[in-house]
């Protein structure tokens, strides 16, 4: 392993500018006359609109223009998309309301865009747009789930009138109600996925340009996915055709999920530009963010789990309820069905699983992907049921996962997936040992000296990434392939630009996607440079989440390689004067089999353009090559994390003590970046668990838009992570990559809920479990044991 | 924000002055309160009067059994001050944990108190240690300083120049912090001198900071946590919200006064 | 509106501004120094931490009319002569960032951490003293130990 290699824990290409302050964020961007646009919000979450006046605003200094959701239906501007059809069991298609980007004729939420307001500076626009009177007619608000499919209860869109999206189904229930029937011991639990604000620390922002001259629009935009955005903002909404409408993602401050997604404002951004003749500006503010960035989780969920009289599963059943807010978002639809079903096997042998998911529509904020997108949920549920029937059987937790962990492969579950690789068992072994696990009653003793509570929770997990095959995506209801692709240019001088459809935004592919080509070409790291976020540049791409950037976009790169390498060994041919078929590449070096004749990579760039050496009918001069990647399989990363922790029961202050994690995540091609990834997973995990909660009170307002009210984790609410590796290699891509970015905000829920209830006499704890919420399971155990 | 006159006044009887004259002014101090207040445009004076350049309210003084501070001394300079971390350490301790670093930096005593967030830990300090809020015009007794949230006994155009802290024999800090804000959800203040105990509460009560008689009573009669032992605090009159209902903010009062009682010195 | 002079990053610069402009407007739209960042509205996040007078303050929440005659230094402004910063170091050789986007207010509320504690840094301790700076990529494991390292490197200067 070289250096800059494969393997190598490669310094970031990308940090200097970053560390330095000369990173291009969309709101670093300014145009020339650009003007900034301010979004009237509703401020109620349900209403209709009798009238808008802006007679007076329009009056205000600096204004250029004011839109509402009139002037986008004059325009024939669509409405924003939700790109994944969900059936119902019935076979009937997912209701899904029109959502226009501005709202024509109701609000369905507490920061539903209801007009824009365009003026010279930002100060202008804020202030006129105090001035838009809203005439609304308010409507009562249902942000809740089991109120929203009552009847009688206020309808969110008429196309749902008992505001449900969806009863989606997924598994065998004949069979499953069978396992259920034979069962020894069921262990019954109910279960709430806490709903939550992403809070990527770059809010939104967008800026719209357009040029007379060439009838060109040009999007800045905070985007995982730039190409996505403009096929959908072409295709769907209507703003202009793919070859008149450039989007650029420049570096972009974290997304988590929230920035896959086309949201209103980049859309008004872009169309307004064309109409007041300037470009146009946006920045959410952070308050803005939280009311109008597409929220993650908020599942309730009643779940079942039946043994047999030696602790063997039989079978799962699952009911789910998932809120999906006042309108389906872009992938909304699937993040609580495909995305979350199909990981309810664990890792674990279940031979029947049957799940019920209602979609539901509440006066509240869309819900969509946020890191992990389905599969923290899935996860949280069978981690939660085997902590508990573990208890209830009393096995020891770790023993009652081993019992059953699946062994063999491939395994082919009751719920789609069928995992291709992996070995449980030796990521629970390791970390137990690194844990020290056996150790653990010795220090819940030291703890009780100190008058705390001590408890341990293991979580093994298994996710779905890389994803994923297109036809397979497709049968499964996606509006789009989810292939990647990458062009590699050699420049004459042997240096690389690769060309990826994956977008970075804190994963530093700029480093491991150079390491990839450094190592495959035998040139330095340095000489190559990754470009992205570009739709002039990169023709087509699908972007970045679901951690797939490294197992499909990078695995697109390969075949791109492969590529090059095989032209490049014509061109040597030609050079060395050799048949293409004897020429070898090792080390950035072609050779002539059985002699010393040989060329280095950019000696063989040089000639492949200046082609001297070969006649342009025989071979085509130049070194650029491009390929797509479709995968094969979903990728099956997993492992097994461990969480120790103290509880004061005075006052159900949590502190984490330890945290162990062993991921099997295939290749890793830069473990100090992986690493990285895990860490920031884990926190947003603890995130989840012990601070983070959106509330919205019953009239639809959201209790917790800043972070005055949100408990975001701080350094001093997270410990250090001591992380471990296991590895079994992917086998449905060239590289073997199963991808990182999403375990720890998966395995980390259920580690802290599993070892608070450890902690607190297995008194069940809801999330997030603040001090309050523990300090009250701590005095129900205290009561409940003194009563014993 | 809206747009206002700003005013840089550079002693406190300018200060004074120029609000006597300007329509609709309030008086800036560190700001961490109220410039984000006025970004959120919850707040809009038509005159802002800068208290930065007034030297003349600044720093800390001890002279007999009293420590008098200026009006614009930061927190950073009271939680650093070798002097007052000999003379009373709890006043000390209690300004090292407001805010986070950078807002210790430009936070000040008078704008904390002038304020009157329920939620500021200035406040319980102030009313245990029976601090006296001298102002351009008057002097003002703790007891009859804060009269509600967000409400003190200050006039239109009266401004703070510095609050002298009597020095107890012993006395302590404590707080539990709202995850979120990191602000006081119940910070105790417990302060002993001669034989009388004064405790003041600040982030729980619905009235702002107040004194817990009751824990007042158990600690005067002995000074030590164990006198806390069983002493229930009514919730009655407490705050409660997301973070805390209640019922778990009078229970944490006297968790967190057991523990400023061990703290105290 | 009146002119706000002051020093950034060792010059001289001014501006004519309104009164209401905050510390950063003044960076960000009338200096172009787009590296402090914005990233809530509370005072809380610390994106936007800068050096005024050798004291780190969030620039979101100062007048840069108040700041006239400062002396402030930004993140475009740690590294000298084309030599980065030991704590710029350190941030990039402990993985410290991935976002990038609270990196410049984290480097720079590091520093002060560095100029008050002096250079053999606790966990502990700076975890508590990060209390004001929020990142969501890294968990803050890498971030801790840059400044760790940094703080020692800084020792050498």
New interface residues.
Partial sequence: MSETGIGASVRRKEDFRFITGNGHYTDDINRPGQAHAVFVRSPHAHATIKKIDVVAALKMPGVLAIYTGDDLAADKIGGLICGWMIHSKDGSPMKAGAHPALAQGKVRYVGDHVAVVIADTYAQAREAAEKVVVDYGVLPAVVDMEAAVKKGAPVVHDVASDNTVYNWHLGDKAATEAAFAKAKHVTKLDIVNNRLVPNAMEPRAAVGDYDFGSDCFTLYTTSQNPHVARLVLSAFIGIAPEHKLRVIAPDVGGGFGSKIFIYAEETICVWAAKKVGRPVKWTADRTEAFLSDAHGRDHITHAEMALDDKGKILGLRVNTKANLGAYLSTFSSSVPTYLYAPLLSGQYNIPAIYCEVDGIYTTTAPVDAYRGAGRPEATFVIERLMEVAARETGVDPAQFRRKNFVTSFPHQTPVIMCYDAGNYNAALEKALEMADYKNVGKRKRESAKKGLLRGVGISAYIEACGIAPSAAVGSLGAGVGLWESAEVRVNPIGTVEVLTGSHSHGQGHETTFAQLVSSRLGISIDNVSIVHGDTDKVQMGMGTYGSRSGAVGMSAIVKALDKIEAKAKKVAAYVLEASDKDIEFKDGKFSVKGTDKSIDFPSVALQAYIAHKFSGQELEPGLKESAFWDPTNFTFPAGVHICELEVDPQTGVTRIDRWTAVDDFGEVINPMIVEGQVHGGIAQGIGQAMHEGAIYNKDGQLLTASYMDYTMPRADDVPSYNVGMTQTRCPSNPLGIKGCGEAGAIAAPPAVINALTDAVGHENVAMPATPIAVWRAAQKAITRQAAE | ??????H?PDSARKAASVAGKAEDAKF?AG??TL??TM???LASPAN?I?L?KCDDMRGIEIKGRSVTIGAMTRH?DVANSKELQEAIPALADLAGMI?????R??GTIGGSLANNDPAADYPAAALALGATIVTNKRKIEAEDYFTGLFETALEEGEVITKITFPIPAKAGYEK?RN????YAIVGVFVAKKGSEVRVAVTGAGSGGVFRATKIEAALTAKFSSKSLEGVKMPAEGLNSD????AE?RA??IT?MAKRATDKAK | MPVVSMTVNGKAVSADVDSRTLLVQYLRENLRLTGTHVGCDTSQCGACVVHVNGDALKSCTALAVALEGADVVTIEGLAKDGKLHPMQEAFRENHGLQCGFCTPGMIMSAVDIVNRKGNKLEEKLIREELEGNICRCTGYHNIVKAIAAGAEGMAGQ
């Fill in positions: 924000m809206y747009p206002f006159t700003y840089q800036l700001g961490m410039l984000p970004k959120q445009r802002l800068d930065a950073v805010g986070d670093p950078a807002v930096n430009r539990f995850p979120a804000s990191r997301i973070h805390a209902d778990y229970h944490l968790v």
